[in-house]
């Protein structure tokens, strides 16, 4: 199956490429960048494709069976629809869009065209999260009442000035950029339980004063301070949904120095701490005494069993659980959180 990956910076290179090399069931075809540079370095690299800077030309090869949208969120939804009416499989990288509108129209897209269109929630296809979602199916939990969410760091925000920093490139900060991973895992453990009220509020606050901003490091690139920062670099919110109540605390950068990145699903027979990236801790009661453990097992690279499932589901028709009919949930749930921190209101759904 010949593929194309389009846009060729981190995650690309990190995640997509390798395992669309490591797959024996495609070959890519074209890297596409709009800086030439770094498409030309992709071939040079992995010694494959096509280096080309306009993707309209990948979109007009009919040998081009799928796509990868490895780009900034602000033309997610511009090249995603576009693949899309060029009969193309398409795997966008999260977010979906930087706005629930823009997601809106990437399914209707999907609808009418129907070809694949999967987003880049990879935490669908992790080990751990999927061993979580088992146990909650299998009812080891009892009824999940409460998931509380948290994603924080200390002073920790991504190229300040930069794509990431800026909303009419990105949509949002630390909500859209981290959180979009975290709440998605909640829902899909707990079943894409329908949202019915949001409320919630994002803060802009630490890195605004760019110049004064103080940090030990700062991935995606240094600081552009003749740049943007007009983002939020925390969100708290309350989620109703049809299922349990979910608390969000989420920073990029806060003043504790201490990173605290897990979920806890909290049952009334057990609760799970997910550490994010990594394993998990049940808690839970054993002939009449507390007991915690641990499991072990392998870990595969999830990037990898997301790309293998796409590249399969193209092949089978299976309709994967990262397929935009199931994850626009999350689209939808970020932008009512971000409305509700506008309106200082809360959003209801229902």
């Not at 490091?217 to 600081?223: I, Q, S, T, V």
Request: hydrophobic share 40%; glycine share 8%.
């Amino acid at each position: 199956m010949k593929v194309a990956v389009i846009g060729c910076g981190t995650i690309a290179n990190a995640a997509h490429i390798p395992a669309y090399m490591n797959n024996p069931q495609a070959e890519i075809a074209y890297f596409c960048d709009i800086l030439p540079e770094r498409a030309q370095a992709a071939v040079e690299k992995y010694g494959c494709g096509v280096a080309v800077t306009d993707y309209h030309q990948v979109l007009a090869d009919p040998e081009v069976e799928a796509v990868s949208v490895c780009t900034p969120n602000n033309v997610h939804s511009v090249i995603a629809i576009d693949a899309l009416k060029a009969g193309k499989n398409v795997l966008c990288e999260k977010p979906a869009a930087r706005v629930y509108s823009e997601a809106l129209k990437m399914q209707q897209a999907q609808h009418e065209s129907g070809k694949v269109l999967n987003i880049g929630v990879v935490n669908r296809f992790n080990d751990s999260v999927n061993r979580i979602k088992e146990y909650i199916d299998q009812g080891k939990l009892g009824n999940i009442h409460h998931v509380y969410v948290s994603f924080r760091a200390h002073r920790s925000i991504p190229g300040l000035g930069g794509a990431f920093t800026t909303k009419e490139i990105a949509g949002g900060g630390a909500l859209i950029d981290w959180g979009v991973h975290y709440l998605d895992i909640v829902m899909y453990c707990c079943g894409d339980p329908k949202v019915k009220t949001v409320s919630g509020e994002t803060f802009c606050t630490l890195g605004k004063d760019m110049k004064n901003y103080v940090y030990t490091d700062m991935w995606a690139g240094p600081p552009k301070y003749d740049g943007v920062y007009d983002v939020d670099d925390s969100v708290t919110a309350l989620i109703r949904t049809a299922g349990p109540v979910i608390t969000v605390n989420g920073a990029w950068a806060q003043n504790i120095g201490e990173a605290e990145q897990y979920i806890d699903f909290m049952g009334d027979k057990a609760g799970i701490r997910l550490h994010y990236g990594s394993d998990f801790t049940v808690y839970t009661t054993e002939n009449g005494a507390l007991t915690a453990y641990t499991p072990k097992f392998n870990r595969r690279d999830h990037f990898q069993t997301e790309i293998d499932a796409f590249v399969e589901c193209i092949q089978t028709g299976k309709k994967l659980p990262s397929h935009i009919d199931t994850v626009i949930v999350t689209a939808e749930m970020m932008q009512a959180i971000y409305d509700s921190a506008e309106q200082h209101r809360e959003i209801v759904l229902e």
